[in-house]
């Protein structure tokens, strides 16, 4: 982490007034800081989920808005998230399952933290999931139903924003006007779930992946609009069903998002995703599973007090050509602080 100074101090320390004894100089900061989290709040500033987990062909079917939201250095994000995914959510062509109704719950543990890189802004954020569902299809002809529970596939984000994003301290964070904002980001998947390569349905996927990523924000008023590009390449599972290789090709990913700022800290977006690629084969065998997929979405976004906030997002399939056809709803609350 490059440490910037604010004023002869850390940045992301809250600058105290001189005071005559500690105790008064204790209770300057913490006002200060309260004041600032306050501030922040007005613009919306979440931890991105658009590496949190959702399974198999959900997994890169991602839809966030505000993922490349500024911070102030020194500020950490805690989250904690339910999601609720149903339908076809594990939908994979190279599965001989067909009818795939499915519904799963996703706990997910996060964590970030926002640095000066260069003199710029970046975060560094990781993501654990668990997961439980009931899976229900019929495999070969026969009806089966299963019930699987674990810890899904690690995901880690690393953020940088190129344009609009100086790395700046708390107090001169609330001074700035919006801006222009472009940043970029690499989300990688680490193959940490729980995987039975005799299993039809598992937790984990036994393959990485990477995501590099640009992302464009765009505010007008109280409006804003924003659009990120990315592509996902996947690792390969050598393990596959007993010993099988199974790749997939790369899968590009296209998300839209336009929303309004009712009044500080509460704000609501409508978003829209487009997923291509993504073909898989197994021992060398090509399916016909080119994704040509669009997802839309709604997201609502409100302080609770100061350092808490709370985010109501769902979405469901549009147009799905091969892939998970599912609905979810995903319930985030989130506690953010700052260095002292």
């Known amino acids: 982490m490059v440490s910037a100074r604010f004023q002869g101090r850390a940045v992301g320390r809250p600058v105290t007034s001189p005071a005559p004894n500690n105790f008064a100089g204790a209770v300057v900061s913490r006002t200060r800081a309260l004041t600032w989290l306050a501030s922040l709040a007005r613009w919306g500033i979440w931890l991105p989920l658009v590496f949190a987990l959702l399974p198999r062909a959900g997994q890169a079917q991602e839809l966030e808005p505000r993922a490349y939201s500024a911070a102030p250095v020194g500020t950490h994000f805690l989250l904690g998230t339910y999601t609720r995914l149903s339908g076809d959510v594990l939908t994979d062509p190279s599965l001989p399952i067909t009818d795939v109704n499915a519904k799963i719950d996703v706990f997910t543990a996060g964590y970030l933290q926002v640095f000066d890189l260069l003199g710029r802004t970046a975060s560094i954020g990781v993501v654990l999931p668990f997961s439980r569902g009931n899976v229900s299809g019929n495999v070969f002809e026969a009806a089966k139903q299963v019930y699987r529970a674990g810890i899904g596939d690690m995901r880690l984000r690393l953020a940088v924003n190129l344009l609009g994003g100086p790395a700046l301290a708390p107090a001169d964070f609330v001074r700035r006007t919006p801006g222009t904002t472009l940043g970029a980001s690499l989300t990688a998947i ?12 598992n937790v984990g996927t036994n393959r990485w992946a990477f995501k590099p990523e640009l992302g464009l924000s765009q505010p007008f008023g109280n409006w804003f609009a924003e659009c990120s590009a990315g592509v996902w390449v996947f690792g390969e599972n050598n393990d596959f069903l007993g010993g099988r290789h199974r790749s997939q090709s790369p899968l590009a990913v296209l998300q839209l998002h336009g929303g309004y700022q009712i009044k500080p800290g509460f704000w609501v977006a409508a978003d829209v995703g487009y997923y291509a690629g993504g073909i898989t084969s197994v021992n060398g065998v090509g399916n016909a599973d080119r994704q040509n997929n669009t997802r839309y979405g709604l997201t609502v976004s409100a302080p609770l007090v100061p350092g808490w906030s709370a985010k109501l997002s769902a979405a469901k399939g549009l147009i799905t050509r091969a892939g998970g056809d599912y609905k979810s709803i995903t319930l985030t609350v989130q506690y ?4 002292r």
């Open 190 to 201: 680490v193959p940490t779930g729980q995987y039975q390569s005799d299993r039809l349905v």
């Open 336 to 339: 953010q602080w700052m260095d």
